[in-house]
Nanobody, 116 residues
Framework: QVQLVESGGGLVQAGGSLRLSCAAS????????MDWYRQAPGKQRELVAT???????DYEDSVKGRFTISRDNAKNTVYLQMNSLKPEDTAVYYC??????????WGQGTQVTVSS
């Protein structure tokens, strides 16, 4: 069983930066493909960034060039560095881990609020 715990959210002014962390318990973190999602009020949850177990990354268009996903398998942690934040980035951010395309694990979410 894998448990994911996000941290690092908060209130920041537009143009500022935050780094989110997602710490995983369990023995198989290095085998997980990891994603960051976000959900704004009244909107569907959307995929923001992905990093595979092999380190390949991908980003949603609106965050390309501003957000960076990375992982440290020694620390069982995935990060989302968010720069040049905009009010429209305000949302609850969730990390998700997937193993073998079958087992899916979600964290509880962390709130990010960007003021204008």
């Amino acid at each position: 069983q894998v448990q994911l715990v996000e941290s690092g959210g908060g209130l920041v002014q537009a143009g500022g930066s935050l780094r989110l962390s997602c710490a995983a318990s369990g023995l198989f973190f290095s085998r997980l493909d990891m994603d960051w999602y976000r959900q704004a009020p009244g909107k569907q949850r959307e995929l923001v960034a992905t990093i595979t177990s092999g380190g390949i990354t991908d980003y949603e268009d609106s965050v390309k060039g501003r957000f960076t996903i990375s992982r440290d398998n020694a620390k069982n942690t995935v990060y989302l560095q968010m720069n040049s934040l905009k009010p429209e980035d305000t949302a609850v951010y969730y990390c998700k881990g997937t193993w073998a395309l079958i087992y899916v694990y979600w964290g509880q979410g962390t709130q990010v609020t960007v003021s204008s």
